[in-house]
T-cell receptor, first 113, second 117 residues
Framework: GEDVEQSLFLSVREGDSSVINCTYT??????LYWYKQEPGAGLQLLTY?????DMKQDQRLTVLLNKKDKHLSLRIADTQTGDSAIYFC?????????????FGRGTQLTVWP | NAGVMQNPRHLVRRRGQEARLRCSPM?????VYWYRQLPEEGLKFMVY????????ESGMPKERFSAEFPKEGPSILRIQQVVRGDSAAYFC???????????????FGPGTRLTVL
């Protein structure tokens, strides 16, 4: 089955860049997602990337995809204290057309002022 | 356009009781997914439903758990005879029919946090 791995913790200073990494195993994944979860809240979709892309940029967010190594990263530029949250990497197996998401355990990002 | 609604937000049950979790998808969405998040873990898929049909329940425990999405009304996740290990956050997500782009965004509700005493 699908397996998504993430490091559990990341701490950065306000204004620095954050890079959150993720590896996945399903080579048939067509879309990969980054979700943000703030304390006590649901998940908010931050961005996604299609598997035929290498990079996607959206304001302060940059997603890099290395399909050969099955490695996905999320870079947050000029990290702010409001970015403190848990970030989940997820993949979808479109091959099955079922649309279920497979999530990593999440990376707790702490931003120090 | 209201987002995905879940209620209750917090639910406390004693062992052996039943828990009913409700999810109202976004307007116009016909696909509903339930996920469970155990403490300090990622979300695990449980079940995928369309109106009046269970499409995939491979992530749901075979006993005590059931889900439905009737023609009218919210989707219900039902847990019978709850045990302490059922304590978790249960998230519902909804999506529209798959678009021509193939991109299926799931919109998540705020979750129901179930505590079993």
């Amino acid at each position: 089955g699908e397996d998504v791995e993430q490091s559990l913790f990341l701490s950065v200073r306000e204004g620095d860049s954050s890079v959150i990494n993720c590896t996945y195993t399903d080579s048939s994944s067509t879309y990969l997602y980054w979700y943000k979860q703030e304390p006590g809240a649901g998940l908010q979709l931050l961005t996604y990337i299609f598997s035929n892309m290498d990079m996607k940029q959206d304001q302060r967010l940059t997603v890099l995809l290395n399909k050969k190594d099955k490695h996905l990263s999320l870079r947050i530029a000029d990290t702010q204290t409001g970015d403190s949250a848990i970030y989940f990497c997820a993949e979808i197996d479109r091959g099955s057309t079922l649309g279920r998401l497979y999530f990593g355990r999440g990376t707790q990002l702490t931003v120090w002022p | 356009n209201a987002g995905v609604m879940q209620n209750p937000r917090h639910l406390v049950r004693r062992r052996g009781q039943e828990a009913r979790l409700r999810c109202s998808p976004m307007k116009g969405h016909s696909h509903v997914y339930w996920y469970r998040q155990l403490p300090e873990e990622g979300l695990k898929f449980m079940v995928y439903l369309q109106k009046e049909n269970i499409i995939d329940e491979s992530g749901m425990p075979k006993e005590r758990f059931s889900a439905e999405f009737p023609k009218e009304g919210p989707s219900i996740l039902r847990i019978q005879q709850v045990v302490r290990g059922d304590s978790a956050a249960y998230f519902c997500a909804s999506s529209p029919s798959f678009s021509d782009r193939g991109y299926n965004e799931q919109f998540f509700g705020p979750g129901t946090r179930l505590t079993v005493l």
